[in-house]
Every structure is written in structure tokens, then in C-alpha cells.
């Protein structure tokens, strides 16, 4: 008796994720959702993006040069795909700066010129033969993750270039600034946080509450949160080392916890360099999802290192997420760098030149001291090359 078997094609309303924001995109790995930081090599060493709903932690470089300039980035991209943005500085002066310098993108003639190729390869294709077939089981699965529609994942920005500022007309754009007012106790979250950190966290609480998971809006945009130099003297009065880290990391659970019911995600850089303490920075590590360490070369041995010669730091995954996975995303090497150059910020793997100036001439010179030491012990009789021999 012959089996009734009838295939079934998968419904594009049983998708697990039905509507995905603009400018995110749906990982194939473990079904998060992304979006990008605004670096796209710095997206693939994260496993393709930041899983919204986390908390990224940037460990500052001494001079907080690169750590403003990714910053920056992620507001940019923020800004092209329409999502809402949520700067928190020490000062009033400090947010219009980043929001006044945020990076133009590239012009789009050069995306035109390649998607032109593309689409002139895949006519090609078309009239060259027939169509690539495959099993039906895997005919309706999707080859790649899918970034969400109306916007573009991970976009390039010119640093030499200034976005204008008619890009912010409909957007979402708020600042806040430390305060050390007084605030209702029935809602505090934990009395080991300080005031100034405790009213902050009620502002980020009350506006996470329009881009919640359980609002059953349509077309849902995504909240970027950027907190800068989280941590440095200018957030409040520096009392003891002990309730400093105290306050900060209890900020951070509370933080991630806020994000993890919300379309939202949160870029904090923090100061490590001032903390002096190496356990005080594992422990704000604990406390995010991912976290990430700019070593800048400037002011260091390795400035006039040969060896480091076209770089300016080394970027070190301190911690990688895993959310909705075991082990989180694999990276091949841990040896990564980065450069600025005039119009964009590189991050890429760390190859050392083959051969440097110091180690040849020593090479040589050795070498010419051996063969001389092999023609006096070949001369010299026993005696005198006991004396060679002698350690």
C-alpha cells in the first residue's frame, strides 16, 4: 500500500520571528536577533552582531580616543536605520559633542557600482543554464541570516565627514545627565546603588517601557543606549574603591536585567585603567554579556615597537555572550588589532612582519661569530681548545 505523502511548504506566518525590527537581522546560530555596532569586522568577531537585549561593555583605553570613536559608530548606525537613541554622559557638553561628530556614511555611489555587479552575475547565471536545484527539504530554509526590511545591516561611515543633522528629524534622541536629586525609596532598586546611578536607572526603566517585548505595537523600532565613561570621577564623589565597584555592579545586573525584556541594547564604556586593580575589572566582566578591551599602543613600550609598526592597539575579547547558547560564538584567533586611518576605524587579525630589522642583523652576526669560532677550534691544537671548552 502506497504511504499518502504530501510535502509542506513552511508558512511564512509560522516564522518564529514574524516581524523583525529595521536594521537587525535574525542569526541562523541560535535565533537572536542582532543588530549591528556600527564596525562590521568588530560584527563578525561578535558572532555578527550585538543580540539586542544585551550589554556590551567597552574597557576604555587610557586616553578614551578609539572608545568614543566605536561610540560614535554605534550611534551612527543607529541613526540610518531609524532606531531610537539613548546617550548618557557625565556632561552636558560631552553628549553634544558625540551627537554633533557622529560619522557620515559613505557615499552611496559605491554600494550602487556593487549591487550593479551583483545583479549583472546572477542575469548571467540565468541565461547561462538552468537553475540550481536542490533537496525541497531544504529549498524554503534560509541560506543566510536575514536582515530585517527598509534598512541595511552593518553600514560604513567616513570619520573625515560629519552626518547632518537633518537625520535626526523623526528620531527618538534623548540625553541624561547624573543627578544626585532625591527619588521615591518605594522605587529604588537597591539601596548599594548611588543616588546619581539610581535616578539614571528609573529614566532608562521608564522609557524601555515603550519598546517592551509585551507591547503589542507594530513595526517596533529598537532603543540604542550608549553610557560613556561610566565610572570616572566626573559621574559622582569618589568615596571608597569598595562601594564604587559595589554601586557599578549592581548598576549593570539591574541594567541587564531591563534590557533583557525589551527591544533594547547598551554600549557602556567604563574606565578600567583608573580601577588599578585587576579583580575589580573581572568583576564588572561577570556582570555584562559581552566585553571588550581596547589596549592602545600610545604613551606605551609598544609604540615604537617595529613589530607593531601599522597598528595603534590590540582589541581583547575579554567575554562573549550566550544567550540562547552553551559556549557562545567561536572565534579562530584571539590576536586582533586595530588602526585608524583617515576616514574609518579597521579591526583585523594581527600579522607580524616575517622578518624584523633587529633579528636579521643579529642573525647575521651571530652567524659570522660562529664560523670564526669553528676555524680557531679547527687550528688550534687540544690543549689550547680545553681552554675554548672550558664553561
Not at 554605534?74 to 556632561?91: D, K, P, R, T
Request: glycine content about 8%.
Amino acid at each position: 500500500m502506497a504511504a499518502n505523502f504530501k510535502k509542506k511548504r513552511p508558512c511564512a506566518s509560522s516564522s518564529r520571528n514574524p516581524s523583525v525590527p529595521a536594521g537587525s537581522k535574525v542569526s541562523i546560530g541560535n535565533n537572536q536577533l542582532l543588530v549591528s555596532c556600527g564596525v562590521p569586522s568588530l560584527d563578525n568577531i561578535l558572532g555578527g552582531g550585538i543580540p539586542v537585549g544585551s550589554l556590551l561593555l567597552i574597557e576604555e583605553d587610557v586616553h578614551s580616543t578609539f572608545s568614543n570613536i566605536l561610540l560614535r559608530y554605534f550611534m551612527a548606525e543607529g541613526v540610518l536605520n531609524g532606531h531610537g537613541l539613548l546617550l548618557a554622559c557625565s556632561c552636558d557638553g560631552k553628549a553634544n559633542g558625540i551627537l554633533k561628530k557622529l560619522p557620515a556614511p559613505v557615499d552611496e555611489d559605491l554600494e550602487n557600482l556593487g549591487t550593479a555587479g551583483e545583479s549583472a552575475a546572477s542575469n548571467a547565471a540565468k541565461d547561462g543554464g538552468d537553475e540550481l536545484k536542490i533537496a525541497w527539504r531544504y529549498k524554503y530554509l534560509p541560506s543566510k541570516e536575514m536582515p530585517g526590511k527598509g534598512a541595511k545591516f552593518g553600514n560604513y561611515f567616513d570619520l573625515s565627514k560629519v552626518m547632518d543633522q537633518s537625520s535626526f528629524s523623526g528620531l527618538f534622541v534623548k540625553t541624561i545627565l547624573p543627578t544626585n536629586s532625591a527619588m521615591d525609596t518605594s522605587k529604588q532598586i537597591s539601596s548599594k546603588i548611588t543616588h546619581s546611578y539610581r535616578n539614571m536607572l528609573q529614566q532608562i526603566k521608564h522609557i524601555l517601557k515603550d519598546y517592551s517585548i509585551h507591547s503589542s505595537t507594530p513595526g517596533k523600532s529598537i532603543l540604542r543606549l550608549a553610557i560613556e565613561s561610566f565610572g570616572s570621577p566626573l559621574w559622582q564623589e569618589y568615596t571608597s574603591l569598595h562601594e564604587i565597584m559595589a554601586s557599578l555592579s549592581w548598576f549593570l545586573l539591574a541594567l541587564k536585567s531591563l534590557l533583557r525584556t525589551s527591544f533594547g541594547v547598551c554600549i557602556v564604556t567604563i574606565p578600567v585603567h583608573l580601577f588599578q586593580d585587576a579583580a575589580c575589572t573581572r568583576r564588572l566582566e561577570q556582570c555584562v554579556d559581552h566585553a571588550v578591551q581596547l589596549e592602545s599602543f600610545a604613551g606605551s613600550k609598544n609604540d615604537k615597537n617595529p613589530a607593531f609598526k601599522d597598528y595603534n592597539g590590540l582589541i581583547h575579547i575579554k567575554k562573549k555572550s550566550r544567550i540562547n547558547s552553551l559556549i557562545g560564538h567561536d572565534i579562530d584567533t584571539s590576536d586582533w588589532a586595530f588602526k585608524l586611518k583617515r576616514k574609518k576605524f579597521c579591526i583585523e587579525k594581527l600579522h607580524l612582519p616575517p622578518d624584523l630589522s633587529e633579528t636579521v642583523s643579529r642573525t647575521q652576526n651571530d652567524s659570522k661569530r660562529t664560523q670564526v669560532g669553528e676555524r680557531k677550534l679547527c687550528s688550534l691544537s687540544g690543549s689550547n681548545t680545553s681552554k675554548l671548552l672550558d664553561f
